[in-house]
């Protein structure tokens, strides 16, 4: 099944005809839309790249790929969204944590260094509810922007939502990335806190119902 030229198809990215092919693609939207914290949290975007393409095929990651639904423009991926449960976002993050610091290894200073930008990470993000849906990234290809993909996406990730018996929802979005922050403020998400840390800025927002 195709999209119309107009009108993203949305689905799951594990049922896309050839995932591999795409997930080269969707690692990018992931690490962009996880800026500015994911290259200054793993320290340079190759570094980052690697680790999230790892992560991707891990089922315990934040960042699995069978959270991720796809924007497709007939056989094209334009864009993503990818979510889970509230309920589930601390485990996932703590197997995270555990994964980076197997990489890190034995070397103390690394270690320390890891520590405190976990540490300075716990100031940015608010808590989420084991009650909320959290969407914990999404992002467009720069040349499908302006076209309304954001707002089906968000749609999309709201109607998912729904459909699996949640009627909150919560995001974090840079402070500094105003045309997100505008576009979940025209879905009825609400700055509920704010938060600032090594030069970083997040607003956490919330929508109910």
């Not at 969707?26 to 800026?35: D, K, P, T, Y």
């Not at 340079?44 to 690697?50: F, G, W």
Request: overall charge negative; proline content about 6%.
């Amino acid at each position: 099944m195709q999209a119309s030229p107009d009108a993203p198809l949305v689905r799951a990215l594990s049922r896309h005809d050839d995932p591999a092919a795409v997930l080269p693609a969707v690692v990018g939207l992931v690490h962009e839309a996880g800026n500015p914290y994911f290259d200054w949290f793993f320290g340079d975007p190759e570094q980052t790249a690697a680790t999230l393409g790892a992560w991707m095929r891990r089922p315990s990651s934040e960042l699995w790929l069978e959270r991720v639904a796809l924007a497709l423009l007939g056989d094209e991926a334009v864009g993503m969204y990818l979510a889970l449960p509230g309920r589930e976002l601390q485990q996932c993050r703590q197997e995270d944590t555990l994964a980076l610091v197997k990489t890190v290894g034995h070397d103390p200073a690394a270690r320390a260094a890891l520590h405190e930008r976990i540490e300075v990470s716990k100031d940015l993000f608010a808590p989420v509810g084991p009650d909320e849906f959290y969407l914990s990234k999404m992002g467009v290809l720069p040349a499908h922007r302006g076209k309304g993909l954001g707002g089906a996406l968000t749609n999309a990730f709201l109607a998912a939502g729904r459909a699996a018996g949640f009627d909150r929802f919560r995001l974090d979005v840079s402070a500094d990335n105003e045309p997100a922050v505008r576009l979940y403020a025209s879905s009825g998400f609400r700055v509920e806190s704010g938060s600032e840390a090594a030069g970083l800025r997040y607003l956490a927002m919330r929508r109910d119902t």
